[in-house]
């Protein structure tokens, strides 16, 4: 086989034709290919004697395809082009789809920016992300890894990483309390409208705690239920009720500026317990999957943490300005 049927077989021969076709400089030609100068003119010389053909009108800067070098153009550009795409597909690294799970409250902007940060270091990795976060969703196989707001009662096969515990006190706006009234007492709720949430995974809250005690059973006159924390804020500004749901968290501004208060001195709601849930055995099988849940409990974790404590900022800071205590209205386990 000749140095010219080497070059014709050759695919950087056709891709210094194709580009110095378009430049009509073998200089520029040289410095996308990566080669010497030198070294493009022999490919397309060796193409040029296999075809027996000139391809170039070199008596003129820049060079210009000579009839032939037109017509071979059109037909091997295409080829090139696809076959250059094919090798690039062959050697890019696979992307990996995480189906990821997480309550609706966080689905709409926390968690987004997070994954899309993750993909920014590992561009390998795709996610897929619905609004629910529960345990069952990862058992069941339809994610590889949520988000959930309680520790799931049934663990096995579960990896679960704890992110942070996390309750609400009792709001009100002072609109609604100068129409409803104070109340001064659990029993109190019973004249009252409660703003509840309640998901398909959780149930309404039923009961309060104070100091670890639980409260009696929660009585209202009215309900209003919500599915997540942004319908219930919406709501609870509107002057509508009473909700024991509610993190503080979303309602940083209107607790400084007045808009609500905390009430009810000392109760709280069952803490919610966020945690990252994946199945076990395809943490061990999937190194990806479980290198990205190891991530993310840290990130949710000083997130979530960042995020409760901004909200029991304001929380103290609304209290102090009623006189009552933060350690008092947030503690809200069993001692």
Known sequence: ?????????????????????????????????????????RLIKGLEEELEQPLFDRSSRPFSLTPRGKRLREEVEPLVTGFEALISRRFEEPKQIIRVSAPADLSRDIIPEQLMNYT?????????????????????G????????????????????PCITASSPVLATPEYIDQAGLPRSIADLRYHTGLLQKSRLHPVTSILYSGGEPSELLRWKNVFIANDQYSLKHVLLRGYGITIDLCPQFVVDELDSGRCIPILDGWARPAWDLCIV?????????????????????????????RVMAGRRALERALMRSGASLDKTLRTEKD
């Open 1 to 41: 086989m000749t140095t010219s049927q080497k070059q014709f077989k050759n695919l950087l021969a056709w891709e210094a034709f194709l580009h110095t076709a378009r430049t009509g400089n073998i200089t520029l030609t040289a410095q996308v290919l990566n080669i010497d100068g030198s070294a493009v003119s």
């Open 142 to 161: 339809a994610v590889d890894a949520a988000l959930t707001q309680h520790r799931p009662s049934n663990n096995a096969n579960l990896t679960l990483r």
């Open 278 to 306: 994946t199945r076990s055995d395809q943490e061990s099988s999937n190194p990806t999957l479980r290198h990205f849940a190891q991530w993310w409990a840290n990130e949710e974790m000083v997130g979530s943490m960042s």
């Open 120 to 140: 920014i270091e590992h561009p390998n990795v795709q996610f897929e992300l619905s609004s629910l976060g529960s345990a069952s969703e990862v058992l069941a």
